[in-house]
C-alpha cells in the first residue's frame, strides 16, 4: 500500500526541540523529493520545508530557517524533520507529502500522511 | 514570496450548483498551481496540479484553468461530498506557497 506514516509529535516547551519522521511504504522512496507541510489549529496550509530525493538540496520556509532541519535516509524509506528553538507559533499538525512526479520539480503534493500534532507550550 | 489570495473566502451553494473559485497570484506562476481538498480531521487531497490536470481519481466535475496570476478551479455540479475547504498552490519558486482557502459550504 502506497502510504506515508508521520510520528514524533507532543508537547513541548518553548525552546525545546522535537524530531519527527515520516515512513513511507509502497513507492520508490529515493525517485521522490519529499517535503512538510504544516496546519495550524484552525488554520491554513502552511509549507515548511523539503528536500530532494538524494537529499542534496534542501530548502526552507523563512519562518523555520535556521531552526528546522529537514533530511532522509534513502535505506530506511524515512523522511525526518528536526526541530529546534521551538515557539508557540510552531503548534501545528505537521504532514508528510509526496510529489506528484517523481525525478525533478514537481512540488505539488500527490500523498500526504495523516499528520503529526505538534504542540508548543509551557 | 509569492501570495495566493483565493476568493470568495465562504461559497454558499446547494448541492447541483456549479462552484467556481479562485485564486489570483502576486506575480507569474506561470501554469504552476495546484489545487487541493481538505474535509475536517483529514489530511488535504491533490484535485488539480499544473493549472488543469486531475489527479488519479479525481471526477471529471472538478476543472481548473488560468494562466499567469489568475486560476479557477470549478466544479461543475456539487455532490454532498464536496462541501469542504479548498486551497490553491503554486510550486512555481521557493517558497512553496498556500492561498488562505475557500470554504464551501452548503446553503
Known amino acids: 500500500e502506497v502510504q506515508l506514516l508521520e510520528s514524533g509529535g507532543g508537547l513541548v516547551q518553548p525552546g525545546g526541540s522535537l524530531g519527527l519522521s515520516c515512513a513511507a511504504s509502497g513507492f520508490t522512496f529515493n525517485d521522490y523529493g519529499m517535503s512538510w507541510v504544516r496546519q495550524a489549529p484552525g488554520k491554513g496550509l502552511e509549507w515548511v520545508s523539503a528536500?530532494?530525493?538524494?537529499?542534496?538540496?534542501?530548502y526552507y520556509a523563512d519562518s523555520v530557517k535556521g531552526r528546522f532541519t529537514i533530511s532522509r535516509d534513502n535505506s530506511k524509506n524515512t523522511l525526518y524533520l528536526q526541530m529546534n528553538g521551538l515557539r508557540a507559533e510552531d503548534t501545528s499538525i505537521y504532514y508528510c507529502?509526496?510529489?506528484?512526479?517523481?525525478?525533478?520539480?514537481?512540488?505539488?503534493?500527490?500523498?500526504w500522511g495523516r499528520g503529526t500534532l505538534v504542540t508548543v507550550s509551557s | 514570496e509569492i501570495v495566493l489570495t483565493q476568493s470568495p473566502a465562504t461559497l454558499s451553494l446547494s448541492p447541483g450548483e456549479r462552484a467556481t473559485l479562485s485564486c489570483r497570484a502576486s506575480?507569474?506562476?506561470?501554469?504552476?498551481v495546484a489545487w487541493y481538498q481538505q474535509k475536517p480531521g483529514q489530511a488535504p487531497r491533490l484535485l488539480i496540479y499544473?493549472?488543469?490536470n486531475r489527479a488519479t481519481g479525481i471526477p471529471a466535475r472538478f476543472s481548473g484553468s488560468g494562466s499567469g496570476t489568475d486560476f479557477t478551479l470549478t466544479i461543475s455540479s456539487l455532490e454532498p461530498e464536496d462541501f469542504a475547504v479548498y486551497y490553491c498552490q503554486h510550486r512555481s519558486s521557493w517558497p512553496l506557497t498556500f492561498g488562505g482557502g475557500t470554504k464551501v459550504e452548503i446553503k
Open positions: 528536500l530532494s530525493g538524494s537529499g542534496g538540496r534542501t
Open positions: 507529502a509526496k510529489p506528484y512526479r517523481g525525478n525533478g520539480d514537481y512540488w505539488s503534493f500527490d500523498l
Open positions: 506575480q507569474s506562476v506561470s501554469s504552476y
Open positions: 499544473d493549472t488543469s
